[in-house]
Nanobody, 132 residues
Framework: QVQLVESGGGLVQPGGSLRLSCAAS????????IGWFRQAPGKEREGVSC????????YYADSVKGRFTISRDNAKNTVYLQMNSLKPEDTAVYYC?????????????????????????WGQGTQVTVSS
């Protein structure tokens, strides 16, 4: 079965950290660019970060730059999102998605617009809540 599974979400206080994982099964992540996205209640899904399949280049939305770090471990077929200095406005459901080309993901982190049908696979999401 081909799927992406996110994990690592939870409740954290402002200023805290979480590490999200996006694990693939049924296919190899090596050949895909992977993006992290988030959707807060009442808002559109937005691009957070992307990592390329080729050279590991990374891209971030301005709102998370300097606080979040995306990485991949192809041996474990997993992509991570390390989130530090979390703020209440980071509260959202976080999703990962796989794209054969990097283009759509880069567009999403620059414009904030996500076109879900342009991605090959999506995970089910993991809730991140930042609150005191």
């Amino acid at each position: 079965q081909v799927q992406l599974v996110e994990s690592g979400g939870g409740l954290v206080q402002p200023g805290g950290s979480l590490r999200l994982s996006c694990a693939a099964s049924g296919f190899t992540l090596d050949y895909y660019a992977i993006g992290w996205f988030r959707q807060a209640p009442g808002k559109e899904r937005e691009g957070v970060s992307c990592i390329s399949s080729s050279d590991g280049s990374t891209y971030y939305a301005d709102s998370v730059k300097g606080r979040f770090t995306i990485s991949r471990d192809n041996a474990k077929n997993t992509v991570y999102l390390q989130m530090n200095s979390l703020k209440p406005e980071d509260t959202a459901v976080y999703y990962c998605a796989a794209e054969a080309f990097l283009l759509q993901c880069i567009k999403s982190v620059i414009t904030g617009i996500v076109l879900p049908d342009e991605y090959d696979y999506w995970g089910q999401g993991t809730q991140v809540t930042v609150s005191s």
